[in-house]
Nanobody, 120 residues
Framework: QVQLVESGGGLAQAGGSLRLACTASGSIFGINRMCWYRQAPGHERELVAVSIRGGITNYADSEKDRFTIPIDNTKNTVHLQMSSLKPEDTAVYYC??????????????WGQGTQVTAAS
């Protein structure tokens, strides 16, 4: 079994910063990709940032100058460093990872979500 556990959400002022963390644990053979998604009320879940094995990162256009996705491969942990927060960043943020549990077994896993609120 694999689990993703997120932490670090909360309330921040617009213009402020927050740092989220997501740690994968369990029967992990390898991690191919770790991502952050978010879902605001009344909106579909959207991709915010992705970190691919080998060091490739990518961001949604509206976040690329404000968010970064540092990863600690030794701890199976990915962060989302958010700065210059805007009220429209308010959402539940979800961690997602594509994980191999053996040479041939792989699956997509999701965390439980963490609330981020950027107050104006």
């Amino acid at each position: 079994q694999v689990q993703l556990v997120e932490s670090g959400g909360g309330l921040a002022q617009a213009g402020g910063s927050l740092r989220l963390a997501c740690t994968a644990s369990g029967s992990i053979f390898g991690i191919n990709r770790m991502c952050w998604y978010r879902q605001a009320p009344g909106h579909e879940r959207e991709l915010v940032a992705v970190s691919i094995r080998g060091g490739i990162t990518n961001y949604a256009d509206s976040e690329k100058d404000r968010f970064t996705i540092p990863i600690d491969n030794t701890k199976n942990t990915v962060h989302l460093q958010m700065s210059s927060l805007k009220p429209e960043d308010t959402a539940v943020y979800y961690c997602n990872a594509y994980i191999f549990t053996s040479w041939t077994s792989k699956n997509d896993y999701w965390g439980q979500g963490t609330q981020v609120t950027a107050a104006s």
